[in-house]
């Protein structure tokens, strides 16, 4: 990539790890919001279903609208309500009135993640793809690992409705940085990317703005999602719904396990779960280089079978209580989903080139949508048979998920 490229890329996925970070410094300050709220700490894990849903639900939808009517138009709309409704939930005084705020949350922020991608998509050039979303994924869910770090140092210093405050302010930042991108709206074929003032050349660019744009009609975009979802592709979008309920459910309680399970204050917890975001920075970073070894195929079967050392790895440290194996399994989690899930997006990307914002969008429904429902099934799955059985299951669903990818996924 060239370096107009790269910063495009950067920007976005500051834009994406504000998104994933907003969700997931609540993980470790779980049983310190439970705490305040008077409930159970199981109970409190309602919160993040409450942000993953509309989070999963509307990626399409968003992908969809960025198409019509511009997707850093939209970007700037969306991130600037992500940063005020999060503040908003430092002032929720029951757990009702808080996953109302997570709701509202996770509706603005539903659209970060597709839009970048499939604007990602557009900046670079096929063959580049591969690597770009996967430095955008892995700096996105760098978000993910780092705020686990830092939310839980905040609550432990001045409490979790600091955090809250805090990571508003960084999303106002990524506003910030994405009305410095507003030219790309404007870009409509090679004549306007060459423009003086643009700022990015017809290489840099790619195909931003080649393609005209279409109206948003809800019934139009329900019929063309039905045919992406359950037409050829049906399988990579199968493949991610499977990756979120295991991969998201599993990270979902690993703040909690820490807990009570390995006796880690918020802050100790917080710091160990970074290791998922230096592993997604990490994966991302060289999933490029695998997919040119060994194939998206290939990049795939790699990151399941680091979830399942993970799942491995958790398993021991529940048997022995210890948090030692905790730590290579939370790296190796993080580095099996940035492998995974990013490869499943540049997989859409090839279904239908001129909505590439509902194809990606549709893997983020996949992705976070099974994300929410494993976080349930998950507590169904501790309530029943403790964290081993919660493990267990993972480990045995992820070997299930690439048997069946190795014979259904595309071939490239």
């Known amino acids: 990539m060239t370096p107009t490229q790269k910063k495009i890329v950067v920007t976005l996925g500051f834009c994406g790890l504000v998104s994933a970070a907003d969700n997931w410094f609540?993980?470790?300050a779980l049983p310190a919001i439970a705490q305040t709220l008077a409930i159970a700490p199981a109970a409190a894990t309602i919160i993040l279903t409450a942000y993953l849903t509309p989070y999963g639900l509307l990626q399409p939808v968003c992908g969809a609208i960025g198409d019509a009517v511009g997707r850093v138009r939209l970007l700037c709309i969306i991130v600037a309500g992500l940063a005020v409704s999060t503040v908003l939930c430092a002032a929720a005084p029951t757990l009702e009135a808080l996953v109302v705020a997570r709701i509202v949350t996770g509706c603005f922020a539903a659209g970060i993640i597709s839009v970048n991608q499939s604007l990602v998509g557009s900046v670079v050039s096929e063959e580049n793809r591969q690597g770009a979303v996967g430095l955008l994924m892995g700096i996105t869910f760098t978000g993910q690992g780092l705020s686990a770090?830092?939310?839980g140092l905040i609550c432990d210093l001045v409490g979790w409705r600091a955090a809250f405050i805090c990571f508003g302010v960084l999303g106002a930042a990524a506003w910030l940085g994405v009305r410095r991108l507003r030219y790309?709206?404007?870009?409509d074929g090679t004549s306007a990317i060459d423009a003086p003032g643009a700022g990015v050349s017809a290489a840099d660019a790619g195909t931003v703005g080649s393609a005209e744009r279409e109206p948003f009609r809800p019934a139009a975009f329900l019929r063309h999602a039905a045919q992406i979802l359950f037409g050829p592709g049906r399988a990579i979008y199968f493949v991610a719904f499977t990756t979120g309920i295991i991969f998201l459910g599993v990270?979902?309680?690993?703040?909690?396990?820490?807990?009570?399970?390995?006796g880690l204050s918020s802050t100790q917890a917080g710091l160990l779960m970074m290791f998922y975001g230096l592993a997604c920075l990490a994966g991302g970073s060289i999933s490029g280089r695998i997919g040119e070894a060994r194939g998206q195929r290939g990049v795939i079967a790699a990151g399941e079978t680091s979830g399942v050392i993970a799942t491995a790895l958790l398993a021991a440290s529940t048997i022995t209580g210890s948090w030692m194996p905790a730590?290579?399994?939370?790296?190796?989690?993080?580095?099996?989903?940035i492998l995974v899930q990013p490869t499943l997006v540049s997989f859409s990307m090839d279904i239908d080139p001129s909505h590439t914002g509902l194809c990606t969008g549709l893997i983020g429904l996949g992705v976070f949508a099974g994300g929410g429902i494993g976080s349930s099934l998950g507590g169904l799955a501790i309530t029943g048979g403790g964290y081993l059985a919660l493990w267990t299951i993972a480990g045995v669903a992820l070997v299930a998920q690439a048997i069946a990818g190795a014979r259904f996924l595309p071939r490239k």
Do not use: K
């Open 327 to 337: 730590l290579p399994a939370t790296a190796c989690l993080g580095l099996g989903y």
């Open 149 to 151: 770090g830092l939310g």
């Open 251 to 262: 990270y979902g309680f690993m703040g909690t396990f820490l807990a009570e399970r390995c």
């Open 26 to 28: 609540v993980s470790p």
């Open 184 to 187: 790309l709206d404007e870009m």
